[in-house]
Structure formats: structure tokens, C-alpha cells
């Protein structure tokens, strides 16, 4: 299973020092096989040792230049950050991130060898519309996307579940993860709202590969009961 940690514009350069030294000695017990990532703000990352990968929540598709605001492959490559977060709603829904601009950010990092981590997932209105309109648009967001990118993995999370509390139910994740699956066959995560109450479940339904977490991976004991399980 994957464990991804998305802690958005949360933590500071001191409390994400302080989180990874917590949480790496809570998860001296996972299984070899799970694969844990720390998505911190740009401000927190740093080179750091453990059995976890350190990946960026996001970066402007250059090596470097004049993008006020922005980071870029440099900024990166200091801290051999080799793996980024793409897609995710609030990107698209606050920072305004269209599919083409998404599709080229992509393109970018897939070229520089990274392993991206892409997320997809639909409104609220879409979901009230039927299992055909949320697959209709899972399928827009993966337009202008190498599908067969060897280094791609993939997050499935419904907007309307993202912050939320009310996560998908099992047999929505279930339907939703099964059809993504014969379209890309790639590692699939869950996210939205989920918590060390509903991650076992969740990760037990056929088709998910792991989970992405906001809210309740903040708090280094409540990612690491995740983890644990
Ligand atoms: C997210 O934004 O990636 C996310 C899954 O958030 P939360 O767990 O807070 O719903």
C-alpha cells in the first residue's frame, strides 16, 4: 500500500523537522512493502533520511527563471526531490490550473523523470448526475496525460469528499476504482476524508492501491494509525 501525506499550506520547516522524527518512530512496525510519502510546503522542504519519500505539492515546469512566486527543477534538485504532486482540486479550483496547463506541467516532469503522483476527482454536481457523468469526467482530466507513464501513480478523490468529513462509501470508491482500472493500470489511491476510523475499510476494497490524506495526516499519530492500521 501507498501512504501519501498531503499536509497543503500546513506545518512549518520546524514542526515538519518535528512531525518526520514522530512519525518515523511510530511506523518502525509497517510492513516493508508500504511505501509512505510527505508532501510538506515548498518552505519545508530539506533533506531528510528515512524509509519515506519527500515529494513537492507542486513546482512550475522550469529548471529555473523569472516566475515570481514559483519554484522550479532547481529549487528541487536541491533537496533531490524526484517526486510531485499534479492535478489536485484546489490546484484546478483556486489557482485556476486548466487541464492544458495541467497536461503541460505534466509533460514537464515526466520528461525531468519524476514519479507524479496525479490526481483526478469530480464535483458534487457531477456525482449527482450518475456513474456515467463522473467517469465522463474522471476521463476530461486525464486528457493531454501519458497514461502509460511508468512513473505515474494515480489519486482518485472526489471534490465533495476532499476537507470535508464525509468520505466516499465503499461501494462508490469500489464502482469508481474498478472502472479507473481498466482505463489505466497504475497504482490507484483513495482520498477525501480520510481518517484512521475509515482507512482500514477503505483499504480493503479491491482496486485501491493506497490512500492520499490532508487532514488527518497532520497530526503525526493520526497518519501513522493510518499506516499501522
Ligand atoms: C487532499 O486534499 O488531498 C485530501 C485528501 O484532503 P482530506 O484528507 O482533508 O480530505
New binding site residues.
Given amino acids: 500500500m501507498i501512504f501519501a501525506a ?1 499536509f ?1 499550506t500546513n506545518h512549518t520547516r520546524e514542526s515538519t523537522k518535528k512531525y518526520i522524527e514522530a512519525l518515523l518512530a511510530k511506523i518502525i512496525a509497517k510492513k516493508e512493502e508500504d511505501k509512505v510519502y510527505i508532501f510538506p510546503p515548498a518552505t519545508a522542504l530539506d533533506r531528510y533520511e528515512g524509509d519515506f519519500v519527500l515529494g513537492a505539492q507542486n513546482a512550475y515546469m522550469t529548471q529555473n527563471g523569472a516566475f515570481t512566486g514559483e519554484i522550479g527543477l532547481q529549487q528541487l534538485e536541491e533537496f533531490d526531490i524526484k517526486t510531485i504532486l499534479i492535478g ?3 490546484r484546478r479550483q483556486f489557482l485556476g490550473e486548466s487541464q492544458m496547463f495541467i497536461a503541460d506541467k505534466f509533460a514537464y516532469f515526466q520528461s525531468c523523470g519524476f514519479e507524479i503522483i496525479y ?1 483526478i476527482g469530480e464535483p458534487l454536481e457531477v456525482r449527482q448526475e450518475g456513474r456515467e457523468s463522473v467517469m465522463n469526467f474522471l476521463l476530461s482530466q486525464l486528457e493531454g496525460i501519458d497514461i502509460s507513464y511508468e512513473k505515474l501513480i494515480v ?1 482518485y ?1 472526489p471534490v465533495w ?4 468529513g464525509r468520505s466516499a462509501t465503499s461501494q462508490e470508491i469500489a464502482f469508481t476504482h474498478q472502472a479507473l482500472k481498466k482505463i489505466i493500470q497504475k497504482p490507484l489511491l483513495y ?5 484512521p476510523e475509515n482507512s482500514e475499510e477503505i483499504v480493503s476494497i479491491n482496486g485501491v492501491d493506497g490512500l ?6 497532520l497530526e503525526a499519530e493520526s497518519f501513522a494509525k493510518i499506516i499501522i492500521g
Fill in positions: 498531503n497543503k489536485h482540486s484546489e490526481c489519486a478523490e469528499a476532499i476537507g470535508t482520498g477525501g476524508s480520510v481518517k492520499l490524506v490532508g487532514s488527518a495526516s
